[in-house]
T-cell receptor, first 115, second 117 residues
């Protein structure tokens, strides 16, 4: 069975400090892993994607994520938060089964950036 | 300017009325998806389509219907049978991968917020 757990529903950081958004997954197969960002009343924008190449994945806007198979984790980080990073972040697992890509979404982490 | 468009951005309907949400893409993507998003929850799959004139039910298809008459269009109808239709609806699409399978990456439209009064 596949599932995605985002360990924090809300994270608050001060502007200029590091961001850590945590994601754990379970999958019976080799998954593809994604982080998406959603600003209020907007669609989801792809931040980055892992597909079994390098375990450290760099995305847009200075975000990166590290795939750790032993910990079944795919945490999202950024060295220095910016006010524009305030948004909802979703961790997503994609698994190819029965000829279809199945997508599993975490429940989201709301990031607040304090000036 | 390529992308996925959803219209309208905000939609209000009276209880008991059917309503159709539009999703159009000019990315030449083969697969299209409809999701529903409720506060504090992840996205839940309503319907998806990998090719024209074919679509499959997702996890919460009851009370919804779709059609895929054209590659670029995948409209969603929220019927009166849907018991709690007020939500944010997101459409997504995926291209075909280099091996002929649907890509594992989805691209999302801006969403339609439906409120049933």
């Amino acid at each position: 069975a596949q599932s995605v757990t985002q360990l924090d529903s809300h994270v608050s950081v001060s502007e200029g400090t590091p961001v850590l958004l945590r994601c754990n997954y379970s999958s019976s197969y080799s998954p593809s892993l994604f982080w998406y960002v959603q600003h209020p009343n907007k669609g989801l924008q792809l931040l980055l994607k892992y597909t079994s190449a390098a375990t450290l994945v760099k995305g847009i806007n200075g975000f990166e994520a590290e795939f750790k198979k032993s910990e079944t984790s795919f945490h999202l980080t950024k060295p220095s938060a910016h006010m524009s990073d305030a948004a909802e972040y979703f961790c997503v697992v994609s698994v190819w089964t029965l000829g279809v890509n199945q997508f599993y979404f975490g429940t989201g982490t709301s990031l607040t950036v304090i000036p | 300017d390529g992308g996925i468009t959803q219209s309208p951005k905000y939609l209000f309907r009276k209880e008991g009325q059917n309503v159709t949400l539009s999703c159009e893409q000019n990315l030449n993507h083969d697969a299209m998806y409809w999701y529903r998003q409720d506060p504090g929850q992840g996205l839940r799959l309503i319907y998806y389509s990998q090719i024209v004139n074919d679509f499959q039910k997702g996890d919460i298809a009851e009370g919804y219907s779709v059609s895929r008459e054209k590659k670029e269009s995948f409209p969603l109808t929220v019927t009166s049978a849907q018991k709690n239709p007020t939500a944010f609806y997101l459409c997504a699409s995926s291209p075909m991968g280099h091996r002929g399978e649907v890509s594992d990456t989805q691209y999302f439209g801006p969403g339609t917020r439906l409120t049933v009064l």
